[in-house]
Structure formats: C-alpha cells, structure tokens
C-alpha cells in the first residue's frame, strides 16, 4: 500500500487526484493543512509519496510551491491533470432559502465568482480546504452554512448537493505534480520512458541570456511547454527560471541540459517523468 500526503481533507480535489493517478492500487492518504506539511512527510519517512497541485488553468501557476520542490530535494516523477468541477451544498434539512455563508478554499470561490454574485444573500467566507469546509459544516451541523467543494466531498460527509457545476469556466483544470524521495524514484516511474523534465536555473541579467539557452533547446529538438519566473531575494534584476521541456528522445534532451549548463547557474533537474 502506498502511503501518499496530500494537501487537504479526504474528498478534496488532491485526494481525487492521488486515487486517479494510483487508479488500480491502494493507497493511505496523509491529510496536511499545508504544502509544507506535504514536503516534511516525505522528508521524515522516504516511503511517503507526495501529490501537489503546481499550476490551474484558471487562477495560473502556485508560485510558492515552486520553491518548495525546489528547497525540499524531492524528484518529480509523475503529472496528473484533473477537471475540477464545483458543487454547492449543505446540511441535509438546509436548502437555498436557509443559506447564509458559503465557505471554501479562496480559490474555489474566485473560481464561482458569478454563482456568488447572483447570490449575494450568502457571504463568501474563505476557508483552508473545500472539502475541510464540509466537514466543518457536517461534523459541528451547522444550520445556514454551505460549502462550495466536490461532489465526492459532499457524498462523504452526508452533505446535501444544491446544484453542481457552479464554476464559470467549464475548461477549468489542476495539474498537479506526483514527488518522492530521490532514492525511491526508481520504483514508481521508468526514467528510460520519460518524455517530460522539469528544470529550474538562474540566469544573470544580461542581454539575451534567456534566447541563447531556448535556441539550444530547439536545436536539440527539446520542446518548451512552460516557463515561470521568481525574482532572486538579495540579488536585483537576477530570476530563477522553473522550466517544463517535453522530448522524444531522451539522449537528445540529455545532451541540450549538457550544452546549457555553460550558460546558466545553479541548474537542478528537479524531475523526469512521463507527461499524462
């Protein structure tokens, strides 16, 4: 049985994630309140695999966590990508004549600002957790409370589901990246199959340092499919640059990270994996 940390409740959308990538195996979900807490499972017992969700196709890339791969020393060995599709619900003898709040991650209710607009008799309450709000509600029965979060979450706790579907954009999708400890990487992915990286380098702030390093990807038929940069702290006008490549041939991509190298500082392969 694998052992996965997750950020969120049983029925949130990170738990929805980890039983769809391990789709055919049994797993024990670790519940974190905080993506730390995710990173600090794993560096306490190596078994442990961790899901985090790194970028939406809506509310964009989940910049902290970008540095937490990166500071953690874990290794990407998987992506997922999940349709995320919110719900409302509530106690089962609440209805929408009885609502008064509405509780959810802060995302989540950004991501239902039009439902919630043609509802401004419920106030919008931001939360840690989508499913952890309907637990909240469920566990402590509050009368007038709802919680905007998945349908599973909602079957879990006995919720009452008032409308589905309640997001405003339909093509709205999480990925999330699945890590572990460098030493267990091996057991869970074939590196030979790889045909995706994810890199992360600094470059100096120099006049076409950026083109040079892209131009040597392209020559070596490495494919750019995200680039996300964060200022350096202490040192102006100087970024780190997270990168995702995809690639058909693996010695080929070997040898593009080989010839940039020269070019860039502090360059961490922070996974190879296959890309869903």
């Known amino acids: 049985m694998k052992r996965i940390a997750i950020q969120g409740e049983i029925g949130s959308f990170h738990d929805i994630a980890a039983h769809q990538y391990f789709n055919d195996e049994q797993i024990e979900l670790i519940c974190c309140s905080t993506f730390e807490q995710v990173f600090e499972n ?3 017992d190596p078994t442990v695999i961790g899901i985090i969700a790194i970028e939406n196709t809506i509310a964009g890339s989940l910049l902290h ?9 874990v290794t990407v060995v998987g992506e997922h990508k999940l349709h995320i599709e919110h719900s409302i619900c509530c106690l089962p003898d609440d209805n929408w004549d009885t609502i008064t709040e509405v509780h959810s991650h802060p995302v989540a209710l950004a ?4 439902f919630l607009e043609n509802h401004p008799e419920m106030k919008a309450v931001e939360a840690e957790d989508t499913a952890g709000s309907a637990e909240y509600i469920s566990s402590h029965n509050i009368h007038g409370w709802a ?55 600094s470059l100096a702030h ?33 970024y780190l640059f997270y990168v995702d490549v995809s690639f058909d041939n693996l010695t080929r991509y070997r040898q593009s990270i080989d010839a940039i190298t020269p070019l860039v500082k502090n360059i961490k392969i922070l996974g190879e994996y296959e890309t869903c």
């Not at 966590?65 to 020393?73: A, H, I, M, Q, V």
């Not at 006049?207 to 390093?213: A, D, I, R």
Request: net charge neutral; proline share 2%.
């Open 111 to 114: 991501q239902c600002r039009n």
């Open 147 to 201: 919680a905007i979060c998945s349908s599973r979450a909602a079957n879990i706790y006995g919720m009452k589901i008032l409308q589905e579907d309640i997001h405003d954009n339909k093509h709205n999708y999480t990925r999330f990246l699945v890590v572990s400890n460098p030493h267990k990487a091996a057991l869970l992915r074939e590196v030979e199959k790889s045909n995706k990286s994810s890199l992360v380098f």
């Open 65 to 73: 966590n970008y540095d937490l791969l990166r500071e953690s020393g």
């Open 42 to 44: 794993i560096k306490n």
């Open 206 to 238: 120099e006049e076409g340092s950026l083109s040079k390093v892209l131009t040597i990807l392209s020559f070596y038929d490495v494919n750019l499919t995200k680039i996300q940069s964060l200022p350096i702290i202490g040192h102006e006008w100087e």
